[in-house]
C-alpha cells in the first residue's frame, strides 16, 4: 500500500472521454481534474475520436493517450477499439507509465484491455461500472431474443473481468444491488459521482434573469433512450394558456425527428432546440429554468439532474431506475411513470402552478439533496481507494467537504 502522502501515479482507463458528451466521460474528465490537483500524475487511455493512429495529448487534466477507433455502424459517436490492436498498446503503455493504480470505467474494448494488462502486472485496479448491458438495446438491430443474450453474455464478461479489480463501485445503490444480483459480485460500493454544488450557484452580485414564459429545461444527448419526444409530447398536452415552453441543450442522431415533431404539433414558438452550449450559459440555464426534466429511463445517476438540483431546481423524473432516488415527491419535484406522456405533463404543470414561494422552497430541497452527492466526498474516496482501501463509507468526508 502506498503511503497517505506520496503522490501517485493514475491510469485512468474510459471507452468515453470529451469531447463525447455522456455522464461517464464528464465524469472521467473531473475526475482527471480532482486527482491532478490534489498532487497526483494523471494518464488517461480512451478511444480517438476521428480516424488515425495513437496519439498522445497533453491537457490541463491529463496526460490522453488515444488509442486508433473504428466508428460504430449504428451509434452517432461511439468508437470501437478493436482488441488485436488496443490489447498490445495498453500493454505498452502499462509498461511505459508504471501506474501506482489503474481505475477502469468499464469492462468493454479499453476497459478489458486495461484489466488484463495490469493483472499481469499485478498492479492495483479499481473497476467502476456507469453502463447496464441493457443501454445497449437502442444500438442493437436485433431481435429481443438475441438482445437477452448479448445482456447475459455481457453481464457474465462484467463479472469475470471487473471481479479482478481491488473494489468494483458504481455510482447509485440500486446499479450495485443489480450487479450483484445479475453479475454475481459479493460487494459492489456505491460510491456517487459527485457534482460541484458550488459553482451553480449564484455568484456574489449575479443576477440571473428568468425566461418570460415559465420554462421547462431538458439537458443531454438527443438519443432513443433519452425520450425527448415524450417530453414534446407532454409539452403539447399542457394547457395553452400556462403558456409552458421547453428548452433543449444537447445534440445527437434524434435531432432532425426532434425538430420535425417541434413543427408538426406547431410548437415552435415554445420548444427551442438549442443544440451544445458552453459552461457557463449552460450553467445560467439550469438557474433560468423553472423545472428540469429528465424523461430518461436508463440513468444510473443523472449528473444533469443533479446539476439542475444544485442550482435550487424542482424537478420531475421518470420513475425509473436510479432517478427516484433524487425526488422527494412533492417536496422537490415529482416522479412521472415512464412512457406516459400525459402524467408527464400534468406533474410538470403542478410545479409551474405553485406560487413563487412554494417552487422556491421545491428549489431549496433539491439544493440539499444534491449537497448529499458531493464531489468532494467523492474524490476523497477514490484517493483512498487508490493508496489501498477496501473500502470506504462517504460520511467520513463529510466534515473535509464542509471545510474545502
Known amino acids: 500500500m502506498v503511503t ?107 476497459g478489458k484491455a486495461a ?44 463479472s469475470r473481468l471487473m471481479g479482478k479489480a481491488a473494489v468494483v463501485t458504481t455510482p447509485t445503490p440500486l446499479a450495485a444491488r443489480t450487479m450483484e444480483e445479475k453479475a454475481g459480485f459479493e460487494h459492489v460500493l456505491p460510491l456517487s459521482n459527485g457534482i460541484d454544488v458550488e459553482h451553480y450557484q449564484p455568484r456574489p452580485g449575479e443576477q440571473i434573469e428568468k425566461h418570460q414564459r415559465p420554462t421547462v429545461l431538458f439537458v443531454g444527448r438527443l438519443a432513443v433512450e433519452k425520450h425527448v419526444d415524450l417530453l414534446i409530447d407532454a409539452i403539447a398536452q399542457t394547457d395553452p394558456a400556462l403558456d409552458i415552453g421547453l428548452e433543449i441543450l444537447g445534440d445527437g442522431e434524434q435531432r432532425d425527428r426532434l425538430s420535425q415533431q417541434v413543427q ?31 424523461p430518461g429511463t436508463a440513468e444510473l445517476q443523472s449528473l444533469v439532474s443533479l446539476e439542475a438540483m444544485s442550482a435550487g431546481t424542482p424537478v420531475v423524473l421518470a420513475d425509473a431506475l436510479a432517478l427516484p432516488h433524487l425526488v422527494d415527491p412533492g417536496r422537490n419535484g415529482f416522479l412521472f411513470a415512464p412512457g406516459d406522456a400525459a402524467d408527464l405533463a400534468e406533474k410538470l404543470t403542478q410545479v409551474v402552478t405553485q406560487s413563487p414561494q412554494r417552487r422556491e422552497a421545491m428549489g431549496l430541497h433539491s439544493l440539499k439533496k444534491a449537497t448529499r452527492h458531493s464531489i468532494l466526498q467523492t474524490m476523497s474516496a477514490f484517493e483512498d481507494l487508490y493508496r489501498g482501501a477496501e473500502w470506504v463509507d462517504t460520511k467520513q468526508y463529510d466534515q473535509e467537504s464542509s471545510e474545502d
Open 115 to 158: 484489466i488484463l494488462a495490469a493483472e499481469e502486472r499485478r498492479i492495483r485496479t479499481v473497476a467502476t461500472n456507469h453502463f447496464m448491458p441493457e443501454n445497449l438495446d437502442p444500438f442493437l438491430p436485433f431481435p429481443q431474443w438475441f438482445r437477452n443474450i448479448v445482456h447475459r453474455n455481457s453481464w457474465r464478461d462484467m
Open 264 to 294: 408538426d404539433l406547431g410548437l415552435e414558438e415554445r420548444v427551442h432546440l438549442r443544440g451544445y452550449v458552453g459552461e457557463d450559459e449552460l450553467r445560467r440555464a439550469y438557474m433560468r429554468a423553472d423545472v428540469f426534466c429528465q
Open 4 to 110: 497517505s502522502q506520496q503522490k501517485l501515479r493514475i491510469l485512468i482507463a474510459a471507452d468515453t472521454y470529451p469531447p463525447d458528451v455522456n455522464g461517464a466521460a464528464v465524469f472521467c474528465q473531473r475526475l482527471a481534474q480532482h486527482m491532478t490537483a490534489r498532487g497526483h500524475e494523471v494518464h488517461v487511455a480512451a478511444a480517438r475520436n476521428e480516424s488515425g493512429p495513437d496519439t498522445v495529448q497533453h491537457t490541463e487534466e491529463a496526460t490522453v493517450h488515444r488509442f486508433r477507433s473504428f466508428k460504430a455502424p449504428t451509434h452517432e459517436y461511439y468508437r470501437l477499439c478493436l482488441p488485436w490492436l488496443v490489447n498490445p498498446a495498453m500493454s505498452r503503455l502499462v509498461e511505459g507509465i508504471q501506474p501506482d493504480v489503474v481505475h477502469v470505467q468499464c469492462h468493454y474494448m479499453i
